[in-house]
């Protein structure tokens, strides 16, 4: 352990329980970790121990609903402990006893749920509130009020699910939550909130809800029994469904930073043991759950503000797994425990790493959110777009091979990467072929801009691990039909990638690549016209505009990110704004029709052209994928699998699940 870090490893105290470290397991939703009697399914057991495994001290489990009458939720989405008490003590102890083998402490999260932001694919299309309001996904629906009467339904609820916990052997509960708007959220904001009862007006009535709740388990379960609150101090909200950007000047509709700061010092008083602090709300949902185009530590200014008010712990999440950074914050004051959230889902054994002076073996989360916060709001299920065995580390784990093999893969992109990692793994001899110097495949230009370093951090880990696994990786070498059909492989794995597609435009020498560009291969000049508005051409887009670039935006579509764009709204939202806020010129309903020498000329779907002035055009107009080599033996060798982009050109997530998938069973 580098002596810097040492901070990160001291216990810490939440009200009397002592916690190993500083490291915290985030809480995140447990899709796909409960069963339709509202208890932890083997799966959701198998996730939580393996964390506790990897050495973090604290784990907070995901949303845990206390009643599934007032907010209906589908089952099995969530668990809740009062739909079957028994059941959920007697599956949940069994869980928390193996945490505790690790020295490892566990909280139960328990929700008064989502209102307003409720996922339609768990709870429908209906919707309660503090009050009348807009729903946060459906523009069509109005949400319910709800009644005095439900309103202290959820508060006994809490309490009987508390004492639940308790019996199950959980340390302590996080209320879910005075943050990123959920019901609770609602009813602290002042422009969720119009009631006129005890529960609406003043500041502290619109507390009374979350200050009722603490108070009622603290009876329950008594007042050594930790409670801690998810809390953000400021919403990020400009009006309904917009928010506000990092560096952008707005007018705060939701909570503000002196009211943030007054709330807080309420629900200190009211016996709160911890505050597990964020900014941003449903409505600045990449403030939430930030995206790549966030900062990391980006938390950080905001609960420095929190440590210096309360006398409580202060836990910060937010992209913080460099040690570094983590021990920094905690030394300078600005946090005292350290959340993981998506990161111990791309790496379980993150803690363990940094003890041992290895975070370079960490496997690096991409904040894509394709494989946690996108399938949670598709399908109600967590995982991670690196790491295809989290959310079923049992079932899905990699086993030994039978009879070893020898697996010839040809691509050093994700998905031949990570077949060569499993297939290693299992105990195959491995030989990887790369036709150029190094691996990563498309995470090399994709990596290009600083908010996607990660990308170039997950290619190098690749390097590290294959290199630990000893797989024979052969660099710039172009493999033959003549050498696939005289190898003496067992299998082989084409993961041959794609390239990007090109357009003629009359000749023009001045027409290149995203790839291109990225790599530094060509200058795009100070001026540049970027044809293709999905993720590549955005990302692209807002690299050279921070570069003090003029940028211009074509998309024949009406409008940009509708095809292979990020499946998270978080993601989604914040490349949208920021295209608006750096002044990115956007044209949809446009086509590049050819060049002139002046620029280039523009159709729109009226038919009427124009001469755009830049100084080169930049293609973003997606890939073509490349299996000539594996449609020409296919037929002439005994095992071949077709993996990734030139299988079919998708995302990195898909990439490396299909390659786990097939490489385990080979």
Same mark, same amino acid.
């Given at each position: 352990?580098?002596?810097?870090?040492?901070?990160?490893?001291?216990?810490?105290?939440?009200?009397?329980?002592?916690?190993?470290?500083?490291?915290?397991?985030?809480?995140?939703?447990?899709?796909?970790?409960?069963?339709?009697?509202?208890?932890?399914?083997?799966?959701?057991?198998?996730?939580?121990?393996?964390?506790?495994?990897?050495?973090?001290?604290?784990?907070?489990?995901?949303?845990?609903?206390?009643?599934?009458?007032?907010?209906?939720?589908?089952?099995?989405?969530?668990?809740?402990?009062?739909?079957?008490?028994?059941?959920?003590?007697?599956?949940?102890?069994?869980?928390?006893?193996?945490?505790? &083998?690790?020295?490892?402490?566990?909280?139960?999260?328990?929700?008064?749920?989502?209102?307003?932001?409720?996922?339609?694919?768990?709870?429908?299309?209906?919707?309660?509130?503090?009050?009348?309001?807009?729903?946060?996904?459906?523009?069509?629906?109005?949400?319910?009020?709800?009644?005095?009467?439900?309103?202290?339904?959820?508060?006994?609820?809490?309490?009987?699910?508390?004492?639940?916990?308790?019996?199950?052997?959980?340390?302590?509960?996080?209320?879910?939550?005075?943050?990123?708007?959920?019901?609770?959220?609602?009813?602290?904001?002042?422009?969720?909130?119009?009631?006129?009862?005890?529960?609406?007006?003043?500041?502290?009535?619109?507390?009374?809800?979350?200050?009722?709740?603490?108070?009622?388990?603290?009876?329950?379960?008594?007042?050594?029994?930790?409670?801690?609150?998810?809390?953000?101090?400021?919403?990020?909200?400009?009006?309904?469904?917009?928010?506000?950007?990092?560096?952008?000047?707005?007018?705060?509709?939701?909570?503000?930073?002196?009211?943030?700061?007054?709330?807080?010092?309420?629900?200190?008083?009211?016996?709160?043991?911890?505050?597990?602090?964020?900014?941003?709300?449903?409505?600045?949902?990449?403030?939430?759950?930030?995206?790549?185009?966030?900062?990391?530590?980006?938390?950080?200014?905001?609960?420095?503000?929190?440590?210096?008010?309360?006398?409580?712990?202060?836990?910060?999440?937010?992209?913080?797994?460099?040690?570094?950074?983590?021990?920094?914050?905690?030394?300078?004051?600005?946090?005292?425990?350290?959340?993981?959230?998506?990161?111990?889902?791309?790496?379980?054994?993150?803690?363990?790493?940094?003890?041992?002076?290895?975070?370079?073996?960490?496997?690096?989360?991409?904040?894509?959110?394709?494989?946690?916060?996108?399938?949670?709001?598709?399908?109600?299920?967590?995982?991670?777009?690196?790491?295809?065995?989290?959310?079923?580390?049992?079932?899905?784990?990699?086993?030994?091979?039978?009879?070893?093999?020898?697996?010839?893969?040809?691509?050093?992109?994700?998905?031949?990467?990570?077949?060569?990692?499993?297939?290693?793994?299992?105990?195959?001899?491995?030989?990887?072929?790369?036709?150029?110097?190094?691996?990563?495949?498309?995470?090399?230009?994709?990596?290009?801009?600083?908010?996607?370093?990660?990308?170039?951090?997950?290619?190098?880990?690749?390097?590290?691990?294959?290199?630990?696994?000893?797989?024979?990786?052969?660099?710039?070498?172009?493999?033959?039909?003549?050498?696939?059909?005289?190898?003496?492989?067992?299998?082989?794995?084409?993961?041959?990638?794609?390239?990007?597609?090109?357009?003629?435009?009359?000749?023009?020498?001045?027409?290149?690549?995203?790839?291109?560009?990225?790599?530094?291969?060509?200058?795009?000049?100070?001026?540049?016209?970027?044809?293709?508005?999905?993720?590549?051409?955005?990302?692209?887009?807002?690299?050279?505009?921070?570069?003090?670039?003029?940028?211009?935006?074509?998309?024949?579509?009406?409008?940009?990110?509708?095809?292979?764009?990020?499946?998270?709204?978080?993601?989604?939202?914040?490349?949208?704004?920021?295209?608006?806020?750096?002044?990115?010129?956007?044209?949809?309903?446009?086509?590049?029709?050819?060049?002139? &020498?002046?620029?280039?000329?523009?159709?729109?779907?009226?038919?009427?052209?124009?001469?755009?002035?830049?100084?080169?055009?930049?293609?973003?107009?997606?890939?073509?994928?490349?299996?000539?080599?594996?449609?020409?033996?296919?037929?002439?060798?005994?095992?071949?699998?077709?993996?990734?982009?030139?299988?079919?050109?998708?995302?990195?997530?898909?990439?490396?699940?299909?390659?786990?998938?097939?490489?385990?069973?080979?």
């Amino acid at each position: 352990m580098q002596p810097n870090h040492k901070i990160l490893f001291e216990p810490f105290n939440i009200g009397k329980l002592e916690i190993k470290n500083r490291f915290v397991m985030a809480p995140m939703g447990p899709g796909g970790l409960c069963d339709a009697d509202g208890c932890f399914n083997e799966r959701g057991a198998e996730y939580y121990i393996e964390r506790a495994r990897g050495g973090t001290g604290l784990i907070i489990t995901g949303v845990t609903m206390v009643e599934n009458d007032i907010e209906k939720c589908a089952l099995p989405s969530m668990p809740c402990p009062t739909l079957n008490p028994l059941n959920f003590i007697k599956t949940a102890k069994m869980m928390t006893e193996r945490i505790h &083998a690790y020295g490892a402490k566990i909280l139960l999260q328990l929700s008064a749920g989502f209102g307003r932001v409720s996922i339609p694919s768990i709870v429908g299309r209906t919707a309660v509130a503090p009050s009348p309001i807009p729903h946060r996904w459906l523009p069509d629906v109005t949400c319910r009020e709800l009644t005095r009467e439900e309103i202290h339904t959820y508060v006994r609820k809490f309490a009987e699910s508390a004492a639940i916990a308790k019996k199950a052997g959980f340390d302590g509960i996080e209320i879910h939550a005075v943050h990123e708007g959920y019901l609770l959220d609602q009813f602290a904001i002042s422009f969720f909130n119009q009631r006129t009862d005890e529960y609406g007006g003043s500041l502290r009535n619109r507390l009374r809800f979350a200050i009722e709740i603490v108070q009622a388990i603290k009876a329950e379960c008594g007042q050594d029994y930790p409670v801690s609150l998810r809390y953000s101090i400021k919403s990020f909200i400009k009006d309904w469904r917009q928010g506000g950007l990092p560096g952008e000047t707005f007018a705060e509709q939701g909570r503000d930073i002196e009211e943030g700061i007054e709330a807080a010092k309420i629900l200190e008083e009211a016996g709160y043991d911890a505050f597990n602090g964020d900014v941003g709300s449903y409505d600045s949902w990449y403030w939430a759950h930030p995206p790549m185009y966030q900062d990391k530590g980006l938390y950080l200014p905001y609960n420095e503000i929190l440590k210096r008010i309360l006398n409580v712990p202060v836990i910060t999440a937010g992209r913080m797994e460099n040690p570094d950074l983590a021990s920094a914050a905690i030394l300078n004051g600005q946090t005292d425990m350290i959340a993981l959230g998506r990161p111990l889902l791309a790496d379980a054994e993150i803690p363990n790493k940094i003890k041992a002076g290895k975070f370079h073996k960490v496997r690096p989360c991409l904040s894509c959110q394709e494989g946690c916060m996108g399938r949670l709001a598709k399908f109600a299920a967590i995982s991670c777009a690196v790491n295809p065995a989290c959310g079923r580390e049992k079932d899905y784990a990699i086993g030994k091979a039978d009879h070893a093999k020898n697996v010839l893969i040809i691509g050093g992109g994700p998905a031949g990467c990570e077949a060569a990692r499993v297939a290693a793994l299992r105990g195959h001899s491995v030989v990887l072929h790369e036709k150029t110097d190094r691996l990563g495949g498309n995470l090399i230009p994709g990596g290009v801009p600083s908010f996607k370093e990660d990308d170039h951090l997950l290619a190098a880990w690749y390097q590290d691990t294959l290199r630990d696994l000893n797989v024979d990786i052969r660099f710039s070498s172009t493999v033959t039909q003549d050498m696939l059909l005289s190898s003496e492989a067992d299998a082989v794995v084409f993961a041959t990638g794609s390239s990007p597609r090109t357009l003629a435009l009359g000749g023009a020498d001045n027409v290149y690549t995203a790839e291109e560009v990225l790599l530094g291969k060509k200058d795009p000049g100070q001026s540049t016209l970027i044809i293709g508005g999905g993720l590549v051409g955005c990302e692209t887009a807002l690299w050279l505009v921070n570069q003090g670039k003029q940028v211009t935006l074509v998309e024949m579509q009406d409008d940009i990110l509708t095809i292979g764009g990020p499946l998270c709204h978080a993601n989604e939202d914040m490349l949208r704004d920021l295209v608006a806020f750096k002044h990115i010129r956007l044209l949809t309903d446009t086509v590049v029709s050819g060049a002139t &020498a002046n620029g280039f000329m523009l159709k729109n779907a009226a038919n009427e052209e124009r001469v755009l002035a830049a100084d080169s055009a930049i293609l973003a107009i997606g890939y073509t994928p490349q299996r000539e080599l594996f449609e020409s033996v296919r037929n002439e060798l005994p095992e071949t699998y077709l993996l990734g982009d030139a299988k079919q050109v998708q995302n990195i997530m898909y990439a490396i699940w299909d390659a786990y998938e097939v490489a385990k069973n080979i």
